[in-house]
């Protein structure tokens, strides 16, 4: 008879709570409440304009990737010195820079808001390193932006070169 009684008891407790919980879990679904560790977006970060690739220069880019001008046997050298360091081949706190076999180029992450100087000194260590102006701009190398470098600078109507200047 007690376990009869007992039963008669939790039953009706565990269905309140069954209850309960698809009632919640109903309700945080309808209105969206989603809990999420990421931050809330606001209508200036919805509205405000992402950075803007110039697109000139990266037609540009694209064709260099595409028709592979030849490199002079001292800049080839040099690449081939570089394409044998791990990656990063190197790290700064303005730029990162690693080669991708497939599509065999380089690539630039600018890490510091102050784009121009990060990449004039990207370019700068490769020129230290022997590379000449076209060897630059043939390796081929390319630079993109860092997520939270892009997201500083969404709706200051930022316009970005992805190759060198002077390319």
């Given at each position: 008879?007690?376990?009869?009684?007992?039963?008669k008891f939790i039953v009706p407790i565990l269905l309140i709570l069954i209850a309960g919980g698809a009632f919640l879990i109903y309700t945080s679904l309808k209105e969206g409440n989603h809990r999420?560790?990421?931050?809330?977006?606001?209508?200036?970060?919805?509205t405000a304009p992402d950075v803007q690739y110039d697109t000139e220069k990266s037609d540009k880019m694209l064709l260099i990737l595409k028709n592979r001008p030849t490199l002079s046997p001292s800049d080839k050298a040099i690449r081939d010195q570089l394409i044998s360091s791990p990656n990063p081949i190197i790290k700064t706190k303005e730029f990162s820079m690693e080669y991708i076999p497939?599509?065999?180029?380089?690539?630039?992450e600018i890490l510091s808001p102050d784009v121009s100087?990060?990449?004039?000194?990207?370019?700068?260590?490769?020129?230290?390193?022997g590379l000449s102006k076209d060897g630059i701009c043939y390796l081929p190398i390319t630079f993109y932006l860092n997520y939270d470098?892009?997201?500083?600078?969404?709706?200051?109507?930022?316009?970005?070169?992805?190759?060198?200047?002077?390319?």
């Open positions: 008879m007690n376990k009869f009684m007992n039963i999420s560790d990421a931050p809330r977006q606001t209508s200036k970060d919805v497939t599509p065999d180029q380089f690539q630039v100087q990060a990449k004039a000194n990207a370019v700068a260590w490769l020129t230290d390193k470098v892009s997201e500083n600078l969404r709706g200051q109507d930022t316009k970005f070169n992805p190759i060198p200047e002077g390319c």
